[in-house]
């Protein structure tokens, strides 16, 4: 059964970079078929896709956040990670991993979520 | 973007009774290839992550009840909830996968129990 947890500060002032990390468990990043994404979810509200990562390293972001994500992926440590810079109180979510399925094209296992404030 | 809408907002329905949610995409998310549509629901509780309950738009996930149904095409579809159960009472959203990598979800509809 694989497993994802978020890991990483639940309190972030404004300009400064959120760093959050996932680590899977249950199975490997590097077999292949699944691409690693983030998600967020800001309080009280819908779900917005932030990017994904392949275990070879390539990756894809919305274009609404492309200029200050960056997705990375530590095949060694089977994590994989997220930096947003310049956060605004607007970036405050909780913020998921999730597997995507390459063959189902969804998303089928999730992270349980960690909240992430920034507030001076 | 392809924008997912999602009606009604929120619902209250008598325990076996049947709870009806409708998703609409601003454009077809139907393959022609594959005859595929690329349309995802999902579960969420209070406190918890989204649970993936319907995929290709009625495909049920390994382990979710069979109460639960997809149907539609195109445009416009609806998870249907047979026999509404009180572990059901949730947030349920709609996604779009045909435009991956950029995937959008729509805005949820909460169910309740009347």
């Known amino acids: 059964q694989v497993q994802l947890q978020e890991s990483g500060p639940g309190l972030v002032k404004p300009s400064q970079t959120l760093s959050l990390t996932c680590t899977v468990s249950?199975?490997?990043?590097?077999?292949?078929?699944?691409?690693w994404s983030w998600i967020r979810q800001h309080p009280g509200k819908g779900l917005e896709w932030i990017g994904y990562?392949?275990?070879?390293?390539?990756?894809y972001y919305n274009p609404s956040l492309k200029s200050r994500v960056t997705i990375s992926v530590d095949t060694s440590k089977n994590q994989f990670s997220l930096k947003l810079s310049s956060v605004t109180a607007a970036d405050t979510a909780v913020y998921y991993c999730?597997?995507?399925?390459?063959?189902?094209?969804?998303?089928?296992?999730w992270g349980q979520g960690t909240l992430v404030t920034v507030s001076s | 973007d392809i924008v997912m809408t999602q009606s009604p907002d929120s619902l209250a329905v008598s325990l076996g009774e049947r709870a009806t949610i409708n998703c609409k995409s601003s454009?077809?998310?139907?393959?022609?290839?594959?005859?595929?549509?690329?349309l995802a629901w999902y579960q969420q509780k209070p406190g918890q992550p989204p649970k993936l309950l319907i995929y290709?738009?009625?495909t049920r996930e390994s382990g979710v009840p069979d109460r639960f149904s997809g149907s539609g095409s195109g445009t416009d579809f609806t998870l249907t909830i047979s026999s509404l159960q009180a572990e059901d009472v949730a947030v349920y959203y709609c996604?779009?996968?045909?435009?991956?990598?950029?995937?959008?979800f729509g805005p949820g509809t909460k169910v309740d129990i009347k």
């Open positions: 249950g199975g490997s990043i590097s077999s292949g078929g699944y691409y």
């Open positions: 999730a597997r995507d399925n390459m063959v189902r094209g969804v998303f089928d296992y």
């Open positions: 454009q077809s998310v139907l393959y022609s290839s594959n005859n595929k549509n690329y």
């Open positions: 996604q779009q996968y045909y435009s991956t990598p950029l995937f959008t």
């Open positions: 990562i392949y275990y070879s390293g390539s990756t």
């Open positions: 290709w738009a009625s």
